[in-house]
């Protein structure tokens, strides 16, 4: 490689690590909750920021801790609740389905359009 293109990749390579450096995540535990929803009605909804531990109906037990939501127990005879990984982004979602609760993260997002339909 020449000289002149060896320049022009460490100053690309710079200003990504810059734009990499300076870019902050918009999705902070403050902005977000997790509602949880039994039998198709609002349960509760309930603050990532604050740590917490619920037992839903004597039969899920859910754990925020540290921003994430964990289901850590449930009387379900297959449990895939439980082995779902904890959930932290707005949308995501954990579903019991013999017990019928839905967890799921809302918040506000930073929205930014991608396209301009007309």
């Known amino acids: 490689m020449k ?27 403050g902005d977000k909750w997790a509602e949880v ?6 349960n509760g909804r309930y603050p990532l920021f604050e740590d917490c531990e619920l037992n839903i109906n004597d039969k ?3 754990v925020i801790k540290d921003g994430t939501v964990d289901m850590t127990d ?6 895939i609740c439980v082995h779902h ?9 954990i579903v019991c389905l013999p017990n019928r609760v839905v967890v799921t993260i809302t918040g506000q ?3 930014k359009i991608d396209i301009i339909v007309q």
């Open 3 to 29: 000289k002149g293109n060896i320049i022009f990749v460490c100053f690309v390579l710079l200003v990504a690590g810059v734009w990499f450096l300076m870019a902050k995540p918009t999705d902070k535990a």
């Open 37 to 42: 929803m039994v039998d198709g009605q609002l």
């Open 60 to 62: 899920n037990r859910l």
């Open 74 to 79: 449930a009387n379900c005879p297959d449990k």
């Open 85 to 93: 990984q904890p959930i932290s982004k707005i949308g995501e979602t």
């Open 109 to 111: 997002k930073d929205e």
